[in-house]
């Protein structure tokens, strides 16, 4: 095997993320194995969303370094660690009240091809991203939504929405950022019955709150308190871990 597919596809060493002085990440040494579900968890606050700015190249560390499939991807710009295969959706939706699900879709297709919008006027282009975009709507379940503007849609719609943008890039890394914040239980069944079809051949990294949703999702799990990695493990010894129990009542989690 040569070193590019054998160790893992995301590992941190002593990442660490200040603001003035405060530490809001680290040091965190994370290894995220290839093909696997890996949950993080945590109270508000703990650095998950400011670990996922580091590892995509939207605020640059303050110290350590990030290997992606083992080569070094620290302060890389947020397009180069893109086009390396990484990415991501949001905490809250981002996205264009006016654009419709399938010009979302056709946007993140033209952007991540490297073509742009130089070939915008080709009709034969078009028709390709239109055809891969209502694809990938079908493949999250809006295709029959594909022309609605976004901001017609229901709220589990428009994650959904964004999960098809962010599989857009075809990225060997997904970085999913509380992907089921706000649903109600049916729309957060489905959104766990989605991401257990398009994991296939991917590894995701996925911040969550719902236990019942790391529990049915992740291989590993690790937990963050106060930027620091508090405990690490499959899903069932990480919940039986007493410092995990302490940290989740001492924030006020039930
Ligand atoms: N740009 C910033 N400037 C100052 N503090 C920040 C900034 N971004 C995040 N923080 C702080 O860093 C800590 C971690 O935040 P965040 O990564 O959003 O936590 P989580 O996603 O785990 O809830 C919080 O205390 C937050 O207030
Ligand atoms: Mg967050």
Known sequence: MTPSNSGPVLETRHLTKSFGDFRAVGPVDLRVGRGTVHALVGPNGAGKTTLFHLLTGFQPPSGGTILLDGHQVTGLAPERIARLGVARSFQVTSLFEQSTAVEHVELALMSGSGLGRRFWRSDRLLTRYRDRSLDLLDQVGLAPWADDPAGQLPYGRRRALELAIALALDPKLLLLDEPTAGMGV?????????????????????????MSVVGSLADRVTVLQRGRVLAEGPYDQVREDERVIEAYLGAGHG
Not at 186 to 210: F, K, Q, S, Y
Request: charged fraction near 35%.
């Open 186 to 210: 049916e729309d957060v069944e489905r959104t766990v019955e989605l991401i257990g079809r398009v994991r296939a051949g991917r590894t995701v990294v996925l911040v969550e709150h719902n």
